[in-house]
């Protein structure tokens, strides 16, 4: 997962899907492409999601991503 973020605010997102099971690829590429649409815009400090394209188990490696990608950018 790829963000991009200006005065703390996310202005782009780009998640590429790794699955190799067709049923879980699936929901990872509709997650990757309905994501854009919820966060940017967003500041990196509101988004936190629950649910996006019917997926929660994509949401949860997101937001755990998102967490590790708030660490890092303040050090």
Do not use: C, W, Y
């Not at 990872?28 to 394209?53: C, M, S, W, Y």
Request: aromatic residues 2%; negative net charge.
């Amino acid at each position: 997962m790829s963000i991009t973020l200006e005065d703390d605010a996310i202005t782009a997102v780009e998640a590429t899907p790794h699955a190799t099971d067709e049923t879980s690829l699936d929901l990872q590429r509709r997650f990757a492409e309905a994501v854009p649409a919820v966060v940017v815009g967003r500041g990196i400090d509101t988004v936190n999601l629950d649910g996006v394209a019917g997926n929660s188990h994509t949401t949860a490696g997101f937001n755990k991503a998102l967490e590790k990608i708030k660490a890092e950018a303040s050090q």
